[in-house]
């Protein structure tokens, strides 16, 4: 079956209809690939912070900005805030009322500060708004910005946090799903002047799959931003970092919050830095507020590294982890066949090896696709790992894809080899929301096959198709 994308040589166009294909769709150059900003050689000044954050918005923010400039005015180039360093509140709907969304002020005046300074910044997390509407329960975001004050990658915590435990006459009892909304996507590392960054927040450490995956997407760097309790730190804390730094041969970094915050909460402290051969470079103690710059040696990573290649030594074939791994969409045309290239206006979702488009001809309301990166010919064309996520983010991109449109149903189709339907030689899976009433029985496959052998008709512009991108990019969190 063919795609929104089409060649004159599968279709007879009049000349201005294959311009406007052309022209929306298909392009015949190549995209550049972004440089790197990192030099994986050399060696990189952080700033690792440690602070005791109360209620008060303001306070909190004028002790970060305190510690950020001691960092920058030591030389370091980034420097890692705890998590939680807008504000930790008495009670749960204390802490839900005074969020605020990525554009609020807290955010924005970090974006400021980093701008001013020429520094980059990890806010660790603070409690994130689900846009302007009423919500009983916030996101805990950790966000990374760059040195002109823009937003290079968030990331929602995924593990939420729940503890019961009794200390003599100390009861320590926490259960953050009760006013957090735990994140969905799973984000690759992210690309800073300090290394490759493998975010994580708090009580992602005790989940090693996390950083084994974030390593396999080639992270240098696990940070941890951190309020742990002092009976989990105390028994945990320092084994669990090295254990993740050890395992993963990265540098971990973990600012962490300390003492007593009110009269419900203390925390434990002891932000770390690691390095990737499991020794503790960092460790703050009890110190607060406090900033400590530091080196990270790349030069000692790539020794670790070298000297036990642990990576050539995982057996996939035994314990395959294949999230879906959600990544920025910032090729500007992807390959769809050897001739044809998709414009990114047209995309909607990237992952590890397949985007999601809308399509030029769809049959029903929220007619998608999608395709893996690299070209496949056939079916068995695929790796394991490519035919993996096909077929998950098909699942995934489907789910959200039925409630959005209103559906009730799905029908998949995927054309493999000449007979099968397929025209253009590259392996693409339809996605098709159904309605009650919408087709006639069978009619919807006879419909498929027939969809675009006619394409002088009911193509959509591409400011059409960009529309419905848009839209549906923000349904998956772009």
């Given at each position: 079956m063919n795609s929104n994308s089409t060649l004159l040589k599968y279709f007879k166009f009049t000349s201005s209809l294959y311009k406007r294909v052309m022209s929306s769709v298909l392009v015949s150059q190549s995209n550049s690939q972004a440089s790197t900003i990192i030099d994986r050689t050399s060696k990189h000044k952080i700033g690792i912070c440690q602070l005791t954050c109360n209620e008060e918005k303001n306070k909190n923010f004028n002790i970060c900005k305190d510690l950020i400039t001691k960092a920058k005015d030591q030389g370091a180039e980034m420097?890692?805030?705890?998590?939680?360093?807008?504000?930790?509140?008495?009670?749960?709907?204390?802490?839900?009322?005074?969020?605020?969304?990525?554009d609020g002020e807290f955010i924005t005046k970090f974006k400021d500060l980093a701008s001013n300074l020429k520094i980059w910044i990890s806010?660790?997390?603070?409690?994130?708004?689900?846009?302007?509407?009423?919500?009983?329960?916030?996101?805990?975001?950790?966000?990374?910005?760059?040195?002109?004050?823009?937003?290079?990658?968030?990331?929602d915590k995924v593990h939420l946090f729940e503890v019961n435990l009794k200390n003599g006459d100390v009861i320590t009892s926490l259960k953050e799903s009760d006013y957090t909304i735990?994140?969905?996507?799973?984000?690759?590392?992210?690309e800073s002047p300090v290394g490759i960054l493998g975010n994580c927040i708090c009580y992602d450490l005790r989940f090693p799959q996390m950083s084994n995956i974030l390593r396999k997407f080639g992270c240098d760097i696990l940070t941890y931003p951190s309020v742990f309790t002092?009976?989990?730190?105390?028994?945990?804390w320092e084994v669990l970092l090295r254990a993740r730094a050890i395992e993963n041969q990265c540098f971990v970094i973990a600012a962490a919050q300390v003492g007593k915050h009110n009269e419900k909460r203390t925390s434990y402290g002891h932000s770390m830095v690691v390095d990737p051969w499991g020794k503790v470079l960092v460790d703050l103690k009890k110190e607060s507020p406090c900033?400590?710059?530091?080196?990270l040696d790349f030069a000692l990573?790539?020794?670790?590294?070298?000297?036990?290649?642990?990576?050539?030594?995982?057996?996939?074939?035994l314990y395959l982890q294949h999230p879906i791994v959600k990544k920025k969409i910032d090729q500007e045309f992807y390959d769809f066949s050897e001739k044809i290239k998709l414009d990114n206006r047209v995309v909607f979702l990237e992952t590890q090896h397949c985007i999601a488009v809308v399509n030029i001809k769809p049959i029903v309301p929220g007619h998608a696709m999608v395709i893996p990166k690299l070209i496949r010919h056939r079916v068995e064309d695929m790796t394991s790992e490519e035919a993996i996520d096909l077929f998950h983010t098909a699942k995934y991109v489907a789910s959200k894809l039925e409630r959005y449109f209103n559906a009730t149903s799905l029908n998949f189709g995927i054309q493999d080899g000449p007979e099968s339907?397929?025209?253009?030689?590259?392996?693409?899976m339809h996605i098709l929301p159904r309605r009650k009433g919408d087709f006639e029985k069978d009619e919807i496959y006879d419909r498929l096959r027939d969809h675009d052998k006619d394409m002088s008709s009911g193509l959509r512009t591409m400011?059409?198709?960009?529309?419905?991108?848009n839209e549906l990019r923000k349904l998956f969190g772009y």
């Open positions: 420097v890692f805030l705890p998590e939680a360093c807008d504000y930790i509140e008495k009670s749960v709907n204390a802490s839900v009322e005074k969020g605020e969304t990525l806010i660790g997390s603070f409690h994130r708004k689900m846009g302007t509407c009423d919500h009983p329960k916030i996101y805990n975001t950790s966000v990374i910005l760059n040195d002109k004050g823009e937003i290079k990658a968030i990331y735990a994140g969905t996507d799973f984000y690759m590392p992210t002092v009976p989990t730190g105390e028994a945990h900033v400590q710059v530091v080196e990573l790539q020794q670790v590294r070298k000297s036990m290649p642990i990576m050539n030594s995982i057996r996939s074939d339907g397929q025209s253009v030689k590259h392996v693409h400011e059409q198709m960009e529309k419905e991108a």
